[in-house]
């Protein structure tokens, strides 16, 4: 009888804690992301705070849309003030000469990395440097926007 009680209790909190998709003091943030007037799908998305607090982080989707998350993705962000980073890059395959395995069994060491194209000019990848911002009010935020120019 002892264990019904604590497992229905046991389940009772995990079903609590699972109602709200939100972390704890975390208010709802989306946005979007345009480069030169066009979405801009599979850009990481970084929120620095201002001050004390904890950053967060989203990523874009084919309409550029993004919600951020603290700990989980889309768990929301804290109220305050952000510096933002703006992030994607891709791995230039033209510059990969041999397949990186073939190199590590031949010379017991792998490869360097083949350098990375940006595709978001690189000052955008510093919060501090990169000129965006956003405030996340109390309320939370479905109305973020940030639009990038590569001119």
């Given at each position: ?127 501090e440097r990169s ?21």
């Amino acid at each position: 009888m002892r264990y019904a009680i604590f497992a229905a209790a046991l389940v009772a909190l995990v079903i609590t804690g699972c109602s709200n998709d939100l972390m704890p003091g975390a208010v709802e943030a989306k946005g979007v992301v345009l480069l030169d007037g066009a979405p801009l799908e599979g850009a990481t998305v970084i929120f620095s705070p201002v001050g004390d607090g904890r950053s967060a982080n989203g990523r874009t989707d084919e309409a550029g849309a993004f919600s951020l998350g603290t700990i989980a993705p889309a768990d929301g962000v804290l109220p305050g003030e952000y510096q933002v980073a703006i992030i994607k890059s891709l791995v230039d395959e033209s510059r990969a000469t041999e397949d990186p395995m073939a190199i590590q069994e031949r010379t017991g060491q792998f490869p360097p990395s083949p350098p990375n194209i940006n595709i978001v000019p690189r000052k955008f990848a510093n919060p501090e440097r990169s000129g965006l911002t956003a405030s996340v009010s109390d309320e939370g935020t479905t109305e973020l926007k940030f639009e990038i120019e590569t001119k």
